[in-house]
């Protein structure tokens, strides 16, 4: 079946570091990944998402990696702010429009 | 736009108690979502609905009921609450066909059951 795992459940970085999130996945047959950001209180937010025909995609101070043949799944993030602290979460979807979201890792930037 | 709402923000019940948590969306998105998250956990999917009229089971769907007689709306009603009902609800919504699964949450919902 399908599942998201992460390797890590927390991170904690200092302010200007560039923060690694990692991700594993199961599925083979997915073929589109998402993060998300979660502040503590609020709902999940859309941070970048890819496609399983990309391996790697751009955004503001983010990037996801994608490594089909390994599973793995990462979102880097370039100088770390206090903003920046949050859960991030992974997801993954398969064959429906159905969404399956890995546990998340608690990111913690330090002064 | 005001995205996804959702009501109440926090309720508290008592066990075998039932209640009716709302969710609307003024995205015009023809999916819609409920999750619930434990503490510390990730998301895990109740019920979801493709367009007006169509409901399934998520991954955890008992104890729950669903409806979605509008586009906008899609409200989960928790029958005789239990315990381990406790947790944080969240009702999300996507749009189909722009090659983007994105799904926007709403703010959530905090329940206590005791």
């Known amino acids: 079946g399908e599942s998201v795992g992460l390797h890590l459940p927390t991170l904690s970085v200092q302010e200007g570091d560039n923060s690694i999130i990692n991700c594993a996945y199961s599925n083979s047959a997915s073929d589109y990944f998402i993060w998300y950001k979660q502040e503590s209180g609020k709902g999940p937010q859309f941070i970048i998402d890819?496609?399983?025909?990309?391996d790697k995609r751009q955004g503001q101070r983010v990037t996801v990696l994608l490594n089909k043949t390994v599973k793995h799944l990462s979102l880097q993030i370039a100088a770390t702010q206090p903003g920046d602290s949050a859960v991030y979460f992974c997801?993954?979807?398969?064959?429906?429009?159905?969404?399956?979201f890995g546990k998340g890792t608690k990111l913690t930037v330090n002064p | 736009n005001a995205g996804v709402t959702q009501t109440p923000k926090f309720r508290i019940l008592k066990i075998g108690q039932s209640m009716t948590l709302q969710c609307t969306q003024d995205m015009n998105h023809n999916y819609m979502y409920w999750y619930r998250q434990d503490p510390g956990m990730g998301l895990k999917l109740i019920y979801y609905?493709?367009?007006?009229?169509?409901?399934d089971k998520g991954e955890v769907p008992n104890g729950y009921n669903v409806s979605r007689s509008t586009t906008e709306d899609f409200p989960l009603r928790l029958e005789l609450a239990a315990p381990s009902q406790t947790s944080v609800y969240f009702c999300a919504s996507s749009s189909t066909g722009k090659g983007s699964y994105e799904q926007y949450f709403g703010p959530g919902t905090r329940l206590t059951v005791t």
């Open positions: 609905s493709v367009g007006a009229g169509i409901t």
């Open positions: 997801a993954e979807k398969g064959g429906s429009e159905k969404l399956v």
């Open positions: 890819i496609r399983s025909n990309m």
